[in-house]
Nanobody
């Protein structure tokens, strides 16, 4: 199995940027496709971005396209989410997730491993 720990969340003004990190330990990090999800109060957990094992393919939710960038550094066992042009509606707890498959999934139930989450709050 793999353990995931998110960091980098915080309070930021609308239009600002944050970079989230997800550090993995346990099974070889490169064996997992990785995803970012978020959940705001009163809302369902929603897909944000995903990346394949090698980092060769990515996918973004329409709501974050052009603003967020997912990347991974397998040598550092870390996946990142660079968030630019943040909006108040981006406010949520952001979760890192892993699945032991070469391809990513777009649904939360496709991921077996999850971090504890990191809070992102965007003020208006």
């Amino acid at each position: 199995q793999v353990q995931l720990v998110e960091s980098g969340g915080g309070l930021v003004q609308a239009g600002g940027s944050l970079r989230l990190s997800c550090a993995a330990s346990g099974r070889t990090f490169s064996s997992y496709a990785m995803g970012w999800f978020r959940q705001a109060p009163g809302k369902e957990r929603e897909f944000v971005a995903a990346i394949t094992r090698s980092g060769s393919n990515i996918y973004y939710a329409d709501s974050v396209k052009g603003r967020f960038t997912i990347s991974r550094d397998n040598a550092k066992n870390t996946v990142y989410l660079q968030m630019n042009s943040l909006k108040p509606e981006d406010t949520a707890v952001y979760y890192c997730a892993a699945r032991a498959a070469p391809n990513y999934g777009l649904n939360h139930y496709e991921y077996a491993y999850w971090g504890q989450g990191t809070q992102v709050t965007v003020s208006s």
